[in-house]
């Protein structure tokens, strides 16, 4: 069964609109959760690294104040893209790791956010 | 600068017979690859896994080699059977810890016919 969940899985939206996308970790608590982006055709990129109780690290290139990441459990990260727009649009997906297990990251099923 | 390359877009192979799908990758820096596999709408799932110091990694059908010198791996699946079907990428990560993130590849898409 899925040890990561992700929610919700599809979004349509109008452009300036916000979009919060839920990445949950089941049975496990992850300090850390990954959060990619991945565009059609392309590899899944890194947006940023959420920690839990501290601030997430993003990526060279990727707006802080555009994707708002939360981490405020141990089995709970989110994040928000504040004010999308269509160039937003793309497939959002987040992965974490058990750290009492030698189990590689695990990935959410991801969610397609579609702004018109 | 892809630091992870799969140059293959897409494979197809005849059932039964065996599937290799290649990756490339440039940061001396990495010490494991992985290797996930990937349905339309779902999530990447973690297939194998092969660290820097072995070669070699079988897990039933799927055997990933490691060809350090030449910064090299690859996926062996044998037989392939309709149900391997999906987008297969490679992921790199360097240091010892496992919340290191991973760096992809953009994927091969496998078609096995049966």
């Known amino acids: 069964g899925a040890v990561v969940s992700q929610h919700p899985s599809r979004v349509i939206c109008k452009s300036g609109t916000s979009v919060k996308i839920e990445c949950r970790s089941l049975?496990?608590?992850?300090?850390?959760m990954f959060w990619y982006r991945q565009f059609p055709k392309q590899s899944l990129m890194l947006m940023a690294t959420?920690?839990?109780?501290?601030?997430?690290?993003?990526e060279q290139g990727v707006e802080k104040d555009k994707f708002l990441i939360n981490h405020a459990s141990l089995t709970l990260s989110t994040l928000t893209v504040t004010s999308a727009h269509p160039e937003d649009s793309s497939f959002y997906i987040c992965?974490?790791?058990?750290?009492?297990?030698?189990?590689?990251?695990?990935f959410g099923d991801g969610t397609r956010l579609s702004i018109l | 600068d892809q630091q992870v390359k799969q140059n293959s877009p897409s494979l197809s192979v005849q059932e039964g017979r065996i599937s290799i799908l290649n990756c490339d990758y440039t940061?001396?820096?990495?010490?494991?690859f992985l290797w996930y596999k990937k349905y339309p709408a779902e999530g990447p799932t973690f297939l194998i896994s092969?660290?820097?110091?072995?070669d070699k990694n079988e897990d039933g059908r799927f055997t990933v080699f490691l060809n350090k010198s030449a910064k090299h791996l690859s996926l062996h699946i044998v037989p392939s059977q309709p149900g391997d079907s999906a987008v297969y990428f490679c992921?790199?990560?360097?240091?010892?810890?496992?919340?290191?993130?991973?760096?992809f590849g953009k994927g091969t898409r496998l078609s096995v016919i049966a």
């Open positions: 092969i660290s820097s110091i072995k």
């Open positions: 959420s920690n839990e109780g501290s601030k997430a690290t993003y």
């Open positions: 992921a790199a990560r360097g240091g010892n810890s496992g919340n290191t993130p991973l760096v």
């Open positions: 940061n001396s820096m990495f010490d494991y």
């Open positions: 049975d496990f608590q992850a300090t850390t």
């Open positions: 992965s974490a790791r058990d750290p009492l297990s030698n189990q590689p990251q695990h």
